[in-house]
């Protein structure tokens, strides 16, 4: 049973640059969110899609942007990179019919740096 | 809004050594309640969950009851070991789309 799978595991970009992440989500799940783990702090949610459209968002500027394929897999992409996005971008995944009272699954994430 | 509190570390304990990390919540819901535990380098993974009043989680040794009248959601373990070294984050789901995580406690333990 395959769990979530993130790429690309590090990557590292200069200010102003692009940057998309891919994730997968365990199999079965149908909804898939982002979250961003600055170094020694805790997660903070990104956004939620379900159905190919984003559901909630966190308090994030619009450079961070997202996408659900047809078959549930993720894309992140964020425009613009300040050095203040160096973060560990983890992917979580769930089913929208535990109507959010069950945990989340997490991948290892993937770790960006911006110079 | 909701929110997590837990205790700052680093949490430095011998080895058989007896560990709490201290939790609460703010939920304006009845939210479930989880610990994850994250390892030098990984993302995050479920150590236990409650998702009402009174449950108890446990697994790996850990264990943590959902105490609504405190708010709290203390993690426990009777005897830590060097491979409980980790970042342990408190977190709530109160039946919405996202988890909410504390700051997190990082834990050594000496051998």
């Known amino acids: 049973d395959a769990g979530v799978t993130q790429s690309p595991t590090h990557l590292i970009k200069t200010r102003g640059q692009q940057v998309t992440l891919r994730c997968s989500p365990k199999s079965g799940h149908d909804t898939v969110s982002w979250y961003q783990q600055a170094l020694g702090q805790g997660p903070q949610f990104i956004f939620q899609?379900?159905?190919?459209?984003?559901?909630q968002r966190g308090n994030f500027p619009d450079r961070f942007s997202g996408h659900q394929f047809p078959n549930y897999s993720s894309e992140l992409n964020v425009n613009a990179l300040l050095l203040g996005d160096s973060a560990l971008y983890l992917c979580?995944?769930?089913?929208?019919?535990?109507?959010?009272?069950?945990?989340?699954?997490f991948g290892d994430g993937t770790r960006l740096s911006i110079l | 809004g909701d929110s997590v509190t837990q205790m700052e570390g680093p949490v430095t304990l011998s080895e058989e050594a007896f560990l709490t990390i201290n939790c609460t919540y703010t939920a304006t819901g009845y939210p479930s309640l989880f610990w994850y535990v994250q390892y030098p380098g990984e993302g995050l993974q479920l150590l236990l969950k409650?998702?009402?009043?009174?449950d108890k989680g446990s697994n790996k040794g850990f264990e943590a009851t959902y105490r609504k009248e405190t708010t709290s959601f203390h993690l426990e373990k009777g005897s830590v070991q060097v491979s409980d070294s980790a970042v342990y984050f408190c977190?709530?789901?109160?039946?919405?789309?996202?988890?909410?995580f504390g700051a997190g406690t990082r834990l050594f333990v000496k051998a």
């Open positions: 409650a998702t009402k009043a009174d």
């Open positions: 899609y379900y159905e190919e459209e984003e559901r």
């Open positions: 979580a995944s769930s089913l929208v019919r535990d109507r959010g009272y069950q945990p989340q699954h």
């Open positions: 977190a709530l789901k109160a039946g919405g789309f996202k988890t909410i």
